[in-house]
C-alpha cells in the first residue's frame, strides 16, 4: 500500500484518498440542493433519502461491515475521512452516524446468525439505526440508568425510559442498553455497578414502544425522542455480545461515536473556515483593502487552521488505533481527545467566521448561526467536555478520582 507523509493525511492510503474523492465527487451532484436540504431539516426534521442512498453508493455504510457480509471493510479511518468531507462542504451525515456506531458493535459483538441478518442490509443502505442509552435521572452516569430487560423465556421483556434519542422515528432497529441486573442485585450480590449492563438490537415498531418528540430549537434533519419502554419484547437472540457484561461490548459503540463526532467537528471546522477566508478575500471596507489583510481578521483565522491540522491528526490516530483493535481504554484515550479538541474548535472556527461577517453573519443565508449551535452542541455531546477532562485526570495523570 502506498502511503502519503503530509501534515493532513498522515499515514493515509490510496483507498482513503480515493474515498474522499469519491466522497467529493457525490457531494457535488447535491451542490444545488443544499439549501433544500437545510430547509427539510428545519421544517420537517428530515433526513434526505437521497443523500442516504448516495452516502450507500459511494459505501460509506459499508465500512465498517466486512466484506463476506456485503460491506467494503475500509474501515473506521475511511469512514472518518468521509465524515469529515461531508461536513466541511456543509452537508451532514445524520443518521449515518448511529447507524454506524451501531454496526461497529454489532460486528465485534454480534453472534453469527445477528451479523448475518443484520450487517448485509447496514452496508447496503436498507437498514437504518439508532443508539439510546441516555436516560433522564442518569445523564452521563451509565452506569446509574435504570431501564430493565428480564428474561423470560426465548424473549427479554424491556421497561423503563430513555431521553435524547435521536432519529427513532426513521431508524428500523435501535441498539439499546438496558439493565439484566439491577443496582440493587448488584449491591446484594456484592458486584461493581458496571456488571449488569446488556445490549440489545430492538425493533423500532415493537408493541409497547412510546415515542415522545423532544423540540431541542436546532435545525438538524434528525428528530430527538424521549422512549417509553413497557414490556417491549426482544428475541433472546437479538442481545448482543453476554448477558451482564454489556459494558466493553457498550464502548464498542461509543468509541467510534466519538471519533466520528471529532471528524463531523473538524468537517464543520474546514467548512466554516472556507466560507471565513473566501470573505475575508472580497470584503472591503476602509479604502481598497480587503478585510483579510487586517490582523485582527487574519490571525484568528489561523489559529483555527493550526487547530484544524491538530484535530484531523488526532482523529485518524483514534480512527486507526480501533481499526487496528487495540485495547478499547487506549481507543477511547485517543476518541476522547479527538472528541475535546474537535469540539472546541468547532465553536472557535463557526466564531471567527461570525466575527469575519460581521452582522451579516447572522441573516440566515450564511447559516452561521446555525451552525454555531450544531458546533455547540458536541461540546455537551455525545460526551461533555467535563468528563473527558475527568477521564484524563484519573487515567492518563493518575490523579485521585473527583465523581
Not at 466486512?66 to 465524515?83: C, Q, S, V
Not at 450487517?119 to 442518569?138: H, N, R, V
Not at 451509565?142 to 423503563?160: H, M, V
Request: aromatic content about 8%.
Amino acid at each position: 500500500m502506498t502511503t502519503t507523509m503530509t501534515p493532513t493525511n498522515f499515514a493515509l492510503g490510496e483507498e482513503h484518498n480515493l474515498l474522499r474523492a469519491s466522497v467529493k465527487q457525490m457531494l457535488q451532484r447535491f451542490e444545488s440542493r443544499r439549501e433544500e436540504f437545510r430547509e427539510v431539516a428545519r421544517r420537517e426534521k428530515r433526513f434526505p433519502q437521497e443523500l442516504w442512498e448516495a452516502f450507500a453508493e459511494v459505501g460509506l455504510q459499508g465500512c465498517l461491515v466486512p466484506e463476506e457480509y456485503g460491506g467494503n471493510g475500509a474501515g473506521l479511518l475511511a469512514l472518518t475521512i468521509g465524515f469529515e468531507e461531508i461536513c466541511a462542504n456543509g452537508f451532514s451525515p445524520g443518521l449515518l452516524l448511529v447507524t454506524a456506531m451501531d454496526s461497529a458493535c454489532i460486528l465485534k459483538n454480534g453472534s453469527p446468525d445477528v451479523k448475518e441478518r443484520f450487517l448485509p442490509k447496514i452496508a447496503d443502505g436498507s437498514l437504518k439505526l439508532c443508539f439510546a442509552i441516555t436516560e433522564p435521572d442518569a445523564g452521563t452516569n451509565t452506569f446509574r440508568i435504570s431501564t430493565t430487560a428480564k428474561r423470560d423465556g426465548d424473549r427479554y421483556l424491556l421497561n423503563g425510559q430513555k431521553i435524547f434519542i435521536s432519529g427513532a422515528d426513521v431508524a428500523d432497529y435501535m441498539l439499546v442498553v438496558a439493565r439484566t441486573t439491577t443496582l440493587e442485585e448488584l449491591q446484594a450480590q456484592g458486584k461493581p455497578k458496571s456488571h449488569g449492563l446488556s445490549l440489545f438490537l430492538v425493533d423500532t415498531k415493537a408493541k409497547g414502544l412510546e415515542k415522545t418528540p423532544i423540540n431541542i430549537g436546532l435545525s438538524e434533519e434528525l428528530t430527538q425522542f424521549q422512549l417509553f419502554f413497557d414490556n417491549v419484547e426482544v428475541p433472546a437472540d437479538q442481545l448482543i455480545g453476554q448477558e451482564d457484561n454489556g459494558t466493553f461490548a457498550m464502548f464498542n459503540s461509543l468509541n467510534p461515536e466519538r471519533i466520528l463526532a471529532g471528524a463531523i467537528c473538524a468537517g464543520m471546522a474546514e467548512s466554516a473556515l472556507r466560507k471565513a477566508v473566501d470573505y475575508a478575500k472580497q470584503r472591503k471596507v476602509f479604502k481598497d483593502t480587503p478585510i483579510g489583510a487586517y490582523q485582527s481578521i487574519a490571525h484568528p483565522l489561523a489559529e483555527v487552521k493550526i487547530g484544524l491540522e491538530a484535530v484531523k491528526l488526532m482523529t485518524y490516530r483514534a480512527a486507526w488505533a480501533f481499526d487496528r483493535e487495540m485495547n478499547p481504554a487506549e481507543v477511547g484515550n485517543y476518541a476522547n481527545m479527538a472528541k475535546f479538541m474537535g469540539a472546541d474548535l468547532a465553536i472557535k472556527a463557526v466564531d471567527a467566521a461570525i466575527e469575519t461577517y460581521g452582522g451579516l453573519a447572522f441573516a440566515e443565508e450564511t447559516g452561521l448561526i446555525n451552525q454555531w449551535a450544531g458546533a455547540r452542541l458536541f461540546k455537551t455531546a455525545p460526551v461533555s467536555r467535563e468528563m473527558i477532562l475527568n477521564y484524563v485526570s484519573e487515567w492518563n495523570l493518575g490523579l485521585p478520582r473527583s465523581y
